[in-house]
């Protein structure tokens, strides 16, 4: 079965970093746009970055210049570093699998093209 799991989250303090990793099965990991997403209580899930499979990125306003994305394609695996923390970043985390085949801005901060999530993980940041 194709899934993906997302490991990494914890409790840091503000200005800290986290490193979150997402294993995706399946052998054809290197054909999709893979992509975090994070949704904290009350809030509506919001894109955070993606990653084409040639390594085009993209970021939501509120991290770039502080979280990157990356893919290990022979590892099926995906990564986003995140520094510089700030409280408001605190969410769930999850990364998730898009079959887009054109990689624009339109398309890959769309939650709802995405067809297969992990279960999250939780990230906390203390001010």
């Known amino acids: 079965q194709v899934q993906v799991i997302e490991s990494g989250g914890g409790l840091v303090q503000a200005g800290g970093s986290l490193r979150l990793s997402c294993e995706a099965s399946g052998r054809t990991f290197g054909s999709y746009t893979m992509g975090w997403f994070r949704q904290s209580p009350g809030k509506e899930r919001e894109f955070v970055a993606a990653?084409?499979?040639?390594?085009?990125?993209g970021y939501a306003d509120s991290v770039k210049g502080r979280f990157t994305i990356s893919r290990d394609n022979p590892k099926s695996m995906v990564y986003l570093q995140m520094n510089s923390l700030k409280p408001e970043d605190t969410a769930v985390y999850y990364c998730a699998r898009t079959r887009i085949t054109y990689f624009s801005q339109s398309r890959y901060t769309r939650p709802t093209l995405y067809d297969l999530w992990g279960q999250g993980t939780q990230v906390t940041v203390s001010s």
């Open positions: 990653i084409s499979r040639n390594g085009d990125t």
